[in-house]
């Protein structure tokens, strides 16, 4: 079964503060995204990669950086959080042209 | 405007009843997925279906390409069933795993 790991599962922040959110994959999958939902939304794509050291910006990058140090893991990072980051955050991988497998989604709060 | 439109929005269904889920895109897509989320978040994919029909248990998706649409039929309904039922459409042309998602069917199955 594909394992895709978030860290934290929930945090809260400060407007202003740096947020690093984590995902770790054992999938060996080459393809990592991240998403945000915002509640009664479906999920937009933020940031993704293809391959380790490389990311791309996918349809709402603005704010936020991605990092892929390794295959296995892709962070995404808010410099100077904001209140509308407020949202649940997910991660997911992927092989070619197959299904996605999620991680179980971070809730970030910022006040 | 909206890519991915999801219909109904919402649907109670008494147990035992079968319910159809209909998502339609505005563009030509390269293949969609349905996944469902269950109500404390997490997401749990139920079909990639680029094409034509699938089957897994009480559940069939059918996607016609051509006519930019897809539905998921769930049959003899179960409370376990409730949750958030998610569609989402890979455009054609678009990166691979560049995911469109809808916002959602939220499903409430009650004895």
């Known amino acids: 079964e594909a394992a895709v790991t978030q860290s934290p599962r929930s945090k809260v922040a400060v407007t202003g503060g740096k947020v690093t959110l984590s995902c770790h994959q054992t999938n060996n999958h080459d393809y990592m995204y991240w998403y945000r939902q915002d509640t009664g939304h479906g999920l937009r794509l933020i940031h993704y990669?293809?391959?380790?050291?490389?990311?791309e910006k996918g349809d709402i990058p603005d704010g936020y950086k991605a990092s892929r140090p390794s295959q296995e893991n892709f962070s995404l990072i808010l410099e100077l959080a904001s209140l509308s980051q407020t949202a649940v955050y997910f991660c997911?991988?992927?092989?070619?042209?197959?299904?996605?497998?999620f991680g179980s989604g971070t809730r970030l709060t910022v006040l | 405007g909206q890519q991915v439109q999801q219909s109904p929005a919402s649907l109670v269904l008494q147990e035992g009843e079968n319910a159809e889920l209909q998502c339609n895109f505005s563009t030509s897509l390269n293949s969609m997925q349905w996944f469902y989320q269950r109500p404390e978040g997490s997401l749990v994919s139920l079909f990639y279906n680029p094409s034509g029909t699938k089957q897994s248990g009480r559940l069939t998706s059918t996607t016609v390409i051509k006519e930019r649409r897809s539905s998921l039929h769930i049959s003899s309904s179960q409370i376990t069933d409730s949750g958030t039922y998610l569609c989402a459409m890979e455009r054609m042309g678009s990166a691979l795993g560049r995911l469109h998602f809808g916002a959602g069917t939220q499903l409430i199955v009650i004895p």
């Open positions: 990669s293809y391959v380790a050291d490389s990311t």
């Open positions: 997911a991988s992927r092989v070619g042209a197959e299904t996605l497998y």
